[in-house]
């Protein structure tokens, strides 16, 4: 069919024709706008947690959308690993606190907001970001202790008070959080902590790799009570059918029960799988109907895409010793491995072996679901290394 109509969208982020089988989360972030509106106290934020290609930067921004449509002030921002990156995320915090005030100018919550923009301003030294904003006055004494936890509590309390009056919320929405440095995770989680003892509508929302719970439980003891947490995962049938059908049929186009549970099978219910093989489908089939060969072929050709895209994206970084190492863990398929187990496998002790493992943990090829464990970020990278001819 006309790839011009092709209504399949797999590649980072990008939303979906049809966004399935995540109701129950945009319900839960609806209820927390609902009840900022009339400000009711004691919500918490929202933690979205999975594996690679899930949905959850997708369900991330339905949210920072549906906040924004009722003018809150919303910052949206990709936390990078590394000390280079700390330095990145501040100066994009500092960034976004500025666009995200910006963004209100002419709503009515802007008449509260004005008090805050003092402190908005005066925090960019605390986030290293110098010489920052001119556009806003500078109301002295707020936000500029230089002192990073300070500022943002100052900070956070001058905007959510302004937006509680408002009846709307702040929300800061972290992607990628897991990659967030220890000093601002922690400022940040007391600072949630803080509002909700003091009924600020302050929340933040945040999406990560299956360990970003651990990371903040280990780094505040009460992280676990902070937030509610959602596992993103695979989809069930129903919605991975959806997922296809849907956009499809909208099109006046179908696809035959045959073809359809081809490429389910071969999706198993992760959302960038099924992006990918329903756009191979849709380009393969020369009529209306997507049959069973034009599924076969589309899993050929989708896989294709998926090694050079997806997985290889991620092999490409990997150094010489950093593909040994993953090709160690592949041995076990899609489960977690031993850290214990990959050592023997490559003939060194677990303790050499952990500046390689620690590099692709900040890569974010691989995560540590628990201590001695080491499991792969990406579904379906074990056989995608299986695919590569040895180097
Ligand atoms: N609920 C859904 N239904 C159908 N397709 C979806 C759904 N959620 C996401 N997708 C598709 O899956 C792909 C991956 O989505 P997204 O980038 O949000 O995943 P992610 O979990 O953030 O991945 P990563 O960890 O790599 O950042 C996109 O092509 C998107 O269109
Ligand atoms: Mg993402």
Request: cysteine-free; glycine content about 10%.
């Given at each position: 069919?006309?790839?011009?109509?092709?209504?399949f969208?797999?590649?980072s982020?990008?939303?979906?024709p049809?966004?399935?089988?995540?109701?129950?989360?945009?319900?839960?972030?609806?209820?927390?706008?609902?009840?900022?509106?009339?400000?009711?106290?004691?919500?918490?934020?929202?933690?979205l947690s999975g594996?690679?290609g899930?949905?959850?930067?997708?369900?991330l921004?339905v949210?920072?959308?549906?906040?924004?449509?009722?003018h809150?002030?919303?910052?949206?921002?990709?936390?990078?690993?590394?000390?280079e990156?700390?330095?990145?995320?501040?100066?994009?915090l500092?960034?976004?606190?500025?666009?995200?005030?910006?963004?209100l100018?002419?709503?009515?919550?802007?008449?509260y907001?004005?008090?805050?923009?003092g402190?908005?301003?005066?925090?960019?030294g605390?986030?290293?970001?110098?010489?920052?904003?001119?556009?806003?006055?500078?109301?002295?004494g707020r936000a500029?202790?230089?002192?990073?936890?300070?500022?943002?509590?100052?900070?956070?309390?001058?905007?959510?008070?302004?937006?509680r009056?408002?009846?709307?919320?702040f929300?800061?929405?972290?992607?990628?959080?897991?990659?967030?440095?220890?000093?601002?995770?922690?400022?940040?989680?007391?600072?949630?902590?803080?509002?909700?003892?003091?009924?600020?509508?302050?929340?933040i929302?945040?999406a990560?790799?299956?360990?970003l719970?651990?990371?903040?439980?280990?780094a505040?003891?009460?992280?676990?009570?902070l937030?509610?947490?959602r596992t993103?995962g695979?989809?069930?049938?129903?919605?991975?059918?959806?997922?296809?059908?849907?956009?499809?049929?909208r099109?006046?186009?179908?696809?035959?029960e045959r073809?359809?549970?081809?490429?389910?099978?071969?999706?198993d219910?992760?959302?960038?799988?099924?992006?990918?093989?329903?756009?191979?489908?849709?380009?393969?089939?020369?009529?209306?109907?997507?049959?069973?060969?034009?599924a076969?072929?589309?899993?050929e050709?989708?896989?294709?895409?998926l090694?050079?895209?997806?997985?290889?994206?991620?092999?490409?970084?990997?150094?010489?010793a950093?593909?040994?190492?993953?090709?160690?863990?592949?041995?076990?398929?899609?489960?977690?491995?031993?850290?214990?187990?990959v050592?023997?496998?490559?003939g060194?002790?677990?303790?050499?072996?952990?500046?390689?493992?620690?590099?692709?943990?900040s890569?974010?090829?691989?995560?540590?679901?628990?201590y001695?464990?080491?499991?792969?970020t990406v579904?379906?990278?074990?056989?995608?290394?299986?695919?590569?001819?040895?180097?």
């Amino acid at each position: 069919m006309d790839p011009a109509l092709n209504p399949f969208a797999p590649g980072s982020g990008v939303r979906p024709p049809e966004l399935v089988g995540r109701q129950s989360e945009i319900d839960a972030f609806d209820l927390l706008v609902v009840r900022a509106k009339s400000n009711t106290m004691g919500d918490r934020g929202m933690v979205l947690s999975g594996l690679r290609g899930v949905g959850k930067t997708v369900l991330l921004n339905v949210f920072a959308e549906q906040a924004r449509r009722n003018h809150w002030m919303v910052i949206q921002l990709e936390a990078q690993p590394g000390v280079e990156g700390m330095t990145k995320t501040r100066a994009k915090l500092a960034r976004e606190l500025e666009m995200g005030a910006r963004r209100l100018r002419g709503t009515p919550v802007w008449s509260y907001l004005k008090d805050a923009l003092g402190s908005i301003s005066n925090i960019s030294g605390s986030l290293g970001v110098a010489g920052f904003s001119a556009s806003v006055a500078t109301k002295h004494g707020r936000a500029d202790s230089g002192k990073l936890d300070i500022d943002v509590e100052e900070l956070v309390e001058d905007v959510s008070v302004a937006m509680r009056k408002a009846r709307a919320g702040f929300g800061l929405f972290i992607d990628e959080m897991q990659d967030l440095d220890e000093e601002l995770l922690t400022v940040l989680l007391s600072v949630q902590h803080l509002a909700g003892q003091r009924g600020w509508p302050f929340y933040i929302i945040g999406a990560g790799l299956p360990n970003l719970p651990g990371k903040i439980a280990e780094a505040r003891t009460y992280g676990e009570r902070l937030f509610l947490y959602r596992t993103i995962g695979q989809l069930d049938k129903k919605s991975s059918a959806d997922a296809l059908t849907v956009p499809i049929g909208r099109l006046g186009a179908s696809i035959t029960e045959r073809a359809l549970s081809t490429l389910l099978t071969g999706a198993d219910g992760y959302p960038f799988f099924l992006q990918t093989y329903g756009r191979a489908a849709w380009d393969i089939t020369s009529g209306k109907v997507i049959n069973e060969d034009d599924a076969k072929l589309a899993i050929e050709y989708g896989t294709i895409d998926l090694d050079h895209g997806f997985f290889q994206a991620r092999w490409q970084r990997a150094t010489p010793a950093e593909r040994k190492y993953l090709r160690a863990m592949a041995q076990d398929g899609e489960d977690s491995s031993q850290t214990g187990e990959v050592a023997a496998r490559l003939g060194k002790s677990t303790n050499k072996l952990a500046v390689i493992r620690s590099r692709l943990i900040s890569k974010g090829v691989v995560y540590a679901p628990e201590y001695g464990l080491i499991q792969f970020t990406v579904p379906g990278m074990a056989r995608f290394i299986d695919r590569q001819i040895e180097d």
